[in-house]
């Protein structure tokens, strides 16, 4: 009898520890469950982007501002002080109160805002009106400097009066904000309309745009084509004048090419409204077997004059071997 009653006290004792102590420790097993779920779910609350609408910030050295951005939306890490741009617009000024304009469709400024990239449909806008088109740029505070390492158009100021504007491509670009110099460079090549309907095709390895002032300067193997007539030298820089491009000067040695016509001279200016090309440094110019020469060789209306100054004509040229380039 006393057997029976032991064996049935550890009987019950085992069913209450069962069925009341051992949902309790399940209890405590959930809980676990549930606390890790929420600190994975802090841990990824804190790891959340930080966005901001209609964002501005600016960079500046002192009391100069170097540059000045808006954006629709910005997004960093809590931990970072990266931020990621939609639709963004910078303002970057340049020296002696030159500034550029740049638009994009997404950006990213890293390093304590030293480091700006704009990405997708990036366009640039001088003071100066110069516009350049290109998919993604670089920048960087401490050199100042814009970096397009990508294919790039540019558009010329505005030329109501002369035909248009100046159209210039290019493998790539550079713009350094110290000097408000604009470099284009490798397979450098344009067009542009005169205003009489003639077209004037240009190509070179380099040119230089001023983001202050407004010229052009085209370096290395330099070709410019007006109709028929092909001149090439290592060097040409185009000057405006009332917002309109006024002339063009090559030197360094330029070679003219033309339909029955052909000739060198040590630098030539183009005067483009009044379509006149002035070929100075002992020029030379052979056309069918006549050789002229003299001080100064001018060209009128596409080629169909031709004005020598202190002339000295020689003839029989093809006797005497001269041969065009």
């Known amino acids: 009898m006393l057997k029976?009653?032991?064996?049935?006290?550890?009987?019950?004792?085992?069913?209450?520890?069962?069925?009341?102590?051992?949902?309790?420790?399940?209890?405590?097993?959930?809980?676990?469950?549930?606390?890790?779920?929420?600190?994975?779910?802090d841990s990824a609350q804190k790891d959340i982007d930080q966005v901001l609408s209609g964002t501005h910030l600016i960079e500046t050295q002192g009391e100069k501002k170097m540059w000045e951005l808006e954006a629709a939306q910005a997004r960093k890490k809590q931990k970072s002080n990266d931020?990621?741009?939609?639709?963004?617009?910078?303002?970057?000024?340049?020296?002696?109160?030159?500034?550029?304009?740049?638009?994009?469709?997404?950006?990213?400024?890293?390093?304590?805002?030293k480091k700006l990239k704009i990405e997708g449909n990036v366009v640039i806008t001088s003071s100066n009106g110069y516009v350049l088109n290109t998919e993604v740029i670089y920048y960087l505070t401490n050199t100042r400097k814009i970096d397009g390492p990508e294919h790039v158009k540019l558009r010329g100021p505005e030329e109501p009066d002369n035909g248009g504007p100046l159209f210039m491509e290019s493998d790539r670009f550079d713009a350094d904000l110290n000097t408000n110099i604009i470099n284009m460079r490798d397979n450098v090549k344009g067009r542009k309309l005169l205003r009489d309907g003639r077209k004037m095709?240009?190509?070179?390895?380099?040119?230089?745009?001023?983001?202050?002032?407004?010229?052009?300067?085209?370096?290395?193997?330099?070709?410019?084509?007006?109709?028929?007539?092909?001149?090439?030298?290592?060097?040409?820089?185009?000057?405006?004048?009332?917002?309109?491009?006024?002339?063009?000067?090559?030197d360094g040695g330029v070679k003219i090419k033309d339909i029955g016509r052909w000739g060198v001279a040590g630098e030539a200016v183009i005067y483009f409204k009044e379509d006149k090309f002035i070929f100075r440094g002992d020029p030379k110019v052979v056309q069918a077997d006549d050789q002229l020469i003299g001080d100064e060789i001018i060209v009128y209306d596409g080629g169909d004059r031709i004005q020598v100054i202190k002339a000295k004509t020689k003839y029989n040229t093809k006797e005497e071997g001269e041969k065009p380039f």
């Open 201 to 250: 095709r240009i190509t070179s390895r380099e040119a230089q745009f001023s983001g202050q002032s407004q010229y052009a300067l085209f370096k290395k193997n330099v070709v410019i084509d007006v109709d028929s007539m092909t001149i090439t030298g290592p060097r040409a820089k185009f000057n405006y004048k009332n917002n309109e491009l006024y002339s063009a000067y090559l």
């Open 4 to 41: 029976w009653i032991i064996a049935s006290v550890i009987f019950f004792a085992v069913v209450i520890e069962l069925v009341i102590f051992a949902p309790e420790r399940g209890d405590r097993e959930i809980d676990k469950k549930s606390l890790a779920d929420s600190e994975l779910i």
């Open 83 to 113: 931020w990621r741009l939609d639709a963004v617009l910078v303002k970057f000024y340049g020296e002696n109160s030159v500034r550029y304009n740049v638009t994009g469709k997404n950006g990213f400024v890293g390093d304590n805002q």
